[in-house]
């Protein structure tokens, strides 16, 4: 069992940015790929941004890229998420999620382990 723990979301304004952290706790984080996703009121969950174990591979939702980055520390256990340019749009429920696969999926049903999730909201 992999245990993950969101935290940094909040109330921003459009143009402005957060940082998501997500705690890993269980077993070895250094073997699993982490991903983020978020998911609006009224709509599916949607990939956001995953990374490989060792941080040489990194994707993003073409929505987000450019304005998002996601990176690891894998020996304080936690991925992170780094949002920048933040639109209103980008208002969600953002969750961390690990993959015990190599190369890190898109797809919700490719992760084994979901944390509860932090609210971001931004303001127009």
């Known amino acids: 069992q992999v245990q993950l723990v969101e935290s940094g979301g909040g109330l921003v304004q459009a143009g402005g940015s957060l940082r998501l952290s997500c705690a890993a706790s269980?077993?070895?984080?250094?073997?699993?790929?982490m991903g983020w996703f978020r998911q609006a009121p009224g709509k599916e969950r949607e990939f956001v941004a995953s990374?490989?174990?060792?941080?040489?591979?990194?994707y993003y939702a073409a929505s987000v890229k450019g304005r998002f980055t996601i990176s690891r520390d894998n020996a304080e256990n936690t991925v992170y998420l780094q949002m920048n340019s933040l639109k209103p749009e980008d208002t969600a429920v953002y969750s961390c999620?690990?993959?015990?696969?190599?190369?890190?999926?898109?797809?919700?049903?490719?992760?084994?382990?979901w944390g509860q999730g932090t609210q971001v909201t931004v303001s127009s």
């Open positions: 269980g077993r070895t984080f250094s073997n699993y790929a």
């Open positions: 999620a690990a993959d015990g696969a190599v190369v890190p999926g898109r797809g919700p049903d490719e992760y084994d382990y």
């Open positions: 990374i490989s174990w060792n941080g040489v591979l990194t």
